[in-house]
T-cell receptor, first 115, second 111 residues
Framework: EPEVTQTPSHQVTQMGQEVILRCVPI?????FYWYRQILGQKVEFLVS????????KSEIFDDQFSVERPDGSNFTLKIRSTKLEDSAMYFC?????????????FGPGTRLTVL | QKEVEQDPGPLSVPEGAIVSLNCTYS??????FMWYRQYSRKGPELLMY????GNKEDGRFTAQVDKSSKYISLFIRDSQPSDSATYLC???????????FGQGTELSVKP
C-alpha cells in the first residue's frame, strides 16, 4: 500500500540554524500539507500546498517557514532560523483531492529538537 | 469557548470492553468529521470519516455525529490490546482541506 514517507526521522539542530524537513507524498496525490505537534499538545495545521503554490497557511506559518516542491516527488518544509519553540513532531500529509470525500494520509513524522 | 474539546484521558479498560470516545465542537461551519488513531511516535491514521449526522459503522468501530448538539463519538466494541493508542477527533470545513484536531484521548486496553 502506498504511504507518505518523511526524512529524517529525528533532526537535532542548534538554535538559529536552518533545517529542511523532507517528505515524499503518495505518488498520485495533488494536495500536500504540513502539520506539527508539540509534545503533549494537539496536532496543528501549518500549511497546505497545491499546484505549486500555498493554498492556505496558519498563523504559525510565519516568514521563517517556507515550503517547496523542488521536483515531482519531494515536498519540503524549511525553517530558516530555528527557535527553541520549534521543537516538535512535524507531519507531512497528502491527499488526492481536496474534495468532499477525500482524506489526508499522514507520514510517520520528523522529530525536530532545537537546542 | 474552545473550537474543539476532547478529554485527554488517559482511559484504561479491560480487553473486550466497549469504549466510548467523545468530542464537542463550537464551530457550526464544520461539515466533515473524522477519527484518527495515533500510535506512539507515529503519524495519525484515519479510522472513520463522516459528513452527516447519524451513525457510520466499520467493523468494531462506530462513529456517531450529532450536529444539533455539536458532538461526535467513536465507539469501539470488543476492544483489543492492539487498540491501545491515542484517538484524535478531527474536523474540516466544507471548503478547504485543513484538519482541525482535538487534543486526543489516550486509550489503554489491558489484556
Amino acid at each position: 500500500e502506498p504511504e507518505v514517507t518523511q526524512t529524517p526521522s529525528h533532526q537535532v539542530t542548534q538554535m538559529g540554524q536552518e533545517v529542511i524537513l523532507r517528505c515524499v507524498p503518495i505518488s498520485n496525490h495533488l494536495y500536500f500539507y504540513w502539520y506539527r505537534q508539540i509534545l503533549g499538545q494537539k496536532v496543528e495545521f501549518l500549511v497546505s500546498f497545491y499546484n505549486n503554490e500555498i493554498s492556505e497557511k496558519s498563523e504559525i506559518f510565519d516568514d521563517q517557514f517556507s515550503v517547496e516542491r523542488p521536483d515531482g516527488s519531494n515536498f519540503t518544509l524549511k525553517i530558516r532560523s530555528t527557535k527553541l519553540e520549534d521543537s516538535a513532531m512535524y507531519f507531512c500529509a497528502s491527499s488526492r483531492l481536496a474534495g468532499d470525500t477525500d482524506t489526508q494520509y499522514f507520514g510517520p513524522g520528523t522529530r525536530l529538537t532545537v537546542l | 469557548q474552545k473550537e474543539v474539546e476532547q478529554d485527554p484521558g488517559p482511559l484504561s479498560v479491560p480487553e473486550g470492553a466497549i469504549v466510548s470516545l467523545n468530542c464537542t465542537y463550537s464551530n457550526s461551519a464544520f461539515q466533515y468529521f473524522m477519527w484518527y488513531r495515533q500510535y506512539s511516535r507515529k503519524g495519525p491514521e484515519l479510522l472513520m470519516y463522516t459528513y452527516s449526522s447519524g451513525n457510520k459503522e466499520d467493523g468494531r468501530f462506530t462513529a456517531q455525529v450529532d450536529k444539533s448538539s455539536k458532538y461526535i463519538s467513536l465507539f469501539i466494541r470488543d476492544s483489543q490490546p492492539s487498540d491501545s493508542a491515542t484517538y484524535l477527533c478531527a474536523f474540516r470545513y466544507n471548503q478547504g482541506g485543513k484538519l482541525i484536531f482535538g487534543q486526543g484521548t489516550e486509550l489503554s486496553v489491558k489484556p
